[in-house]
């Protein structure tokens, strides 16, 4: 169970719900100061569409913030979960979709690969981000997040206590280093490096910069001018 796989057959539904119950207070930091850093750059009338989006966690937080959202995991389980979580919620949509495989006939303001997404999903391709700036209105942005490398130390701190429960396999510690977590069951973390985004950003052809938030994420945010 590697890559997509990963997510679809263990790291979904309740236990994804579970690896967001942390109780390392700097992680929780992290994953508040990513959301905040989107919210804070939204107007209020955007259509969003987030890739990866588990059972909706982003999703709910960036609600009142825009629009619309919609969000597509490739999980069917996380995505019944996530149309549960977000039942009282009007403007927000879930699918079950394969990022290597999207289909939508409308373009969104922003579309957001948040929390290292490009690592979970295997991304390697310039022709899917093509793709991805290509379901973007002109104007738009796209949001990508990986790790910052100050956030090391954290970072491998909530992956044990998420081998602790259950939901990944032990730590390969003697695997796991240079911003790559290895599991003795197969699944592998790696994390794009500031270097990686630039030329992923360059690459687009668009405007775009790279941006650290919190000591703890680093944005590469696309603007399709």
Not at 86 to 112: G, R
């Amino acid at each position: 169970m590697i890559g997509n796989n990963y997510y679809a057959q263990k790291l979904n539904s309740q236990n994804l719900f579970k690896v967001y119950e942390t109780k390392i207070p700097r992680v929780k930091q992290y994953l508040d100061a990513e959301i905040s850093f989107v919210r804070d750059s939204l107007i209020g009338s955007e259509s969003i569409l987030e890739l990866g989006a588990g059972y909706g966690r982003i999703v709910k937080e960036l609600a009142g913030n825009c629009k619309s959202i919609v969000g597509i995991d490739i999980s069917d389980e996380s995505v019944s979960l996530g149309k549960e979580y977000l039942k009282d919620i009007p403007n927000t949509k879930f699918i079950t979709m394969d990022v290597n495989n999207l289909i939508f006939q409308e373009k969104f303001d922003v579309i957001l690969c948040l929390q290292n997404g490009l690592s979970a999903m295997k991304i390697k391709s310039s022709d899917w981000i093509e793709r991805v700036l290509g379901m973007v209105e002109s104007g738009g942005k796209v949001y990508f997040s990986t790790y910052s490398e100050k956030f090391w130390e954290y970072r491998l701190m909530w992956f044990k206590e998420q081998a602790e429960k259950g939901l990944l396999g032990e730590i390969d510690l003697d695997k796991t280093k240079d911003g790559v977590i290895i599991c003795k069951d197969g699944f592998r973390a790696i994390t794009y490096t500031p270097k990686d985004l630039d030329i992923i950003g360059r690459l687009s052809g668009y405007e775009y910069k790279i941006h650290e938030v919190d000591e703890s994420s680093v944005f590469l945010i696309i603007h399709k001018k």
